[in-house]
């Protein structure tokens, strides 16, 4: 992984914190307007990725010969309706609602491109939710004010704690960041030398 730099195209604090402790060298890009619309009949599954693809596109850098720009997308799919961030309080408790005593799949795309190529994957972790009461999701809501996260949670705060009973798949995917795939599609990309700055 020597002679790359990483340039993150996001502003959640989440992803930040994850590409950081990848020991890589990394630049947060300034935040950007970009159009998160869809097709309406893009598989639900397909979304995330498109997203993280739109996020690539849309950013204004030129990137150098040794340099990753990585975009990522997060959504949660429950009962096969999609949630994104909520717009205020009540569309969080309406999220919550629907998440608890639940199954719902939480969906990352990511985006990886350099001057020569653009990869893209996503990756899928599903989270079981034990029932949560009116009162564990009012306490939440006005406490932690999730709003800019999808499903209207962060399974690193408090409702992680208390209300998840169990996750399959990449605990990382859940915050936002699928870090061990990361890792694994950068090395593919400095072994076929396309990236690396030594080429």
């Avoid at 914190?17 to 893009?42: H, M, Q, R």
């Avoid at 850098?61 to 429950?78: G, H, M, Q, R």
């Avoid at 990449?170 to 061990?180: E, K, Q, T």
Wanted: charged share 25%.
């Amino acid at each position: 992984m020597e002679g790359i730099k990483l340039i993150l195209a996001s502003q959640s604090p989440r992803r930040k914190e994850l590409i950081k402790g990848l020991d890589i060298p990394v630049e947060i890009a300034d935040s950007y307007d970009f159009d998160e619309s869809y097709p309406p009949t893009l598989p639900a599954d397909e979304v995330a990725v498109y997203l993280a693809e739109k996020k690539s596109d849309a950013c204004p850098l030129i990137l150098n010969d040794n340099e990753v720009l990585v975009t990522a997308d997060t959504l949660v799919k429950c009962n096969g309706e999609l949630l994104g961030k909520p717009c205020n309080g009540q569309q969080a408790r309406e999220m919550l609602r629907k998440l608890s005593g639940n199954k719902h799949e939480v969906i990352t795309g990511v985006c990886l491109r350099t001057t020569t190529v653009k990869k893209s994957f996503g990756v899928k972790s599903s989270v079981f939710f034990y029932s949560l009461t009116y009162r564990d999701i009012e306490y939440y809501v006005e406490k932690y004010n999730p709003a800019d996260k999808a499903g209207a949670y962060g399974i690193q705060e408090w409702i992680g704690y208390i209300g998840i009973e169990k996750i399959e798949g990449s605990f990382y995917n859940i915050m936002g960041l699928p870090v061990a795939r990361l890792w694994k599609e950068l090395n593919i990309i400095c072994s076929t030398k396309i990236a690396c700055i030594h080429d």
